[in-house]
């Protein structure tokens, strides 16, 4: 039950699920998008035309075809527009929505990239607080059901991964001040 932190590509993940930074309309785009259907192949793009798009905040599943990952959980991050539009809670969805659907298919590794901090724009310390802090409250409420025992956070360049460290070691050092259970 636990969240690592490294640099790589998403697409090369042999995890049980990978998930992609996708927009409302899961057809596709850019960055990871882009990326994660290059490899996967058009199969995944056929898959996700019957998806009917996906809300914000929320995620859909499909196979995951040319990946080594078996499952691609799609979920559409919210654009950054000066953080009053509820972005932050947004972004919070998208890391419990994925997690929530990789358990219910008996995932039991995922993949996650460094969601809506690409072209959406998101304050890249900020976005990564939030999907630690997420990420490691999930586990922490899920872990006796046997679940997800692996969560990796796969960063693209060395900029997005010392953020990601310096988020997981606040948690940490937050988690460690708490105060102690009585006895
Ligand atoms: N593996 C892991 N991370 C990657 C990869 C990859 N192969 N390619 C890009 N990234 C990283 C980016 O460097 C960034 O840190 O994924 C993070 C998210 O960036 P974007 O892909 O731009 O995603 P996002 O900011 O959520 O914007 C989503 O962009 O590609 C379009 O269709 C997509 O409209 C949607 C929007």
Redesign the pocket.
């Known amino acids: 039950m636990s969240l690592k932190i490294i640099l790589?590509?998403?697409?090369e993940q042999k995890t049980d699920a990978i998930v992609n930074?996708?927009?409302t309309s899961l057809l596709?785009?850019?960055?990871?998008?882009?990326?994660i259907h290059r490899v996967a192949g058009p199969g995944l793009l056929e898959e996700c035309r019957g998806l009917r798009g996906c809300e914000t905040g929320q995620a859909k599943i499909t196979k995951g075809y040319r990946l080594p990952a078996a499952y691609v959980i799609h979920t559409p991050?919210p654009i950054w527009q000066g953080g009053g539009q509820g972005e932050a809670e947004l972004l919070a969805s998208c890391y419990k929505s994925c997690l929530d659907l990789a358990a219910a298919h008996q995932c039991k590794t995922i993949a996650f990239?460094?969601?809506?901090?690409?072209?959406?724009r998101?304050p890249l310390e900020q976005g990564a607080a939030i999907a630690v802090k997420t990420i490691l409250q999930w586990l922490a409420q899920n872990g006796d059901r046997q679940q997800v025992q692996q969560v990796t956070m796969?960063?693209?360049?060395e900029k997005?991964k010392q953020a990601y460290d310096q988020a997981l070691t606040e948690a940490n050092s937050f988690a460690g001040n708490k105060p102690k259970a009585e006895a």
């Open positions: 790589g590509d998403i697409t930074a996708a927009n596709g785009g850019g960055g990871v998008d882009g990326a991050g990239p460094s969601i809506s901090t690409g072209v959406y998101f796969v960063c693209f360049d997005t």
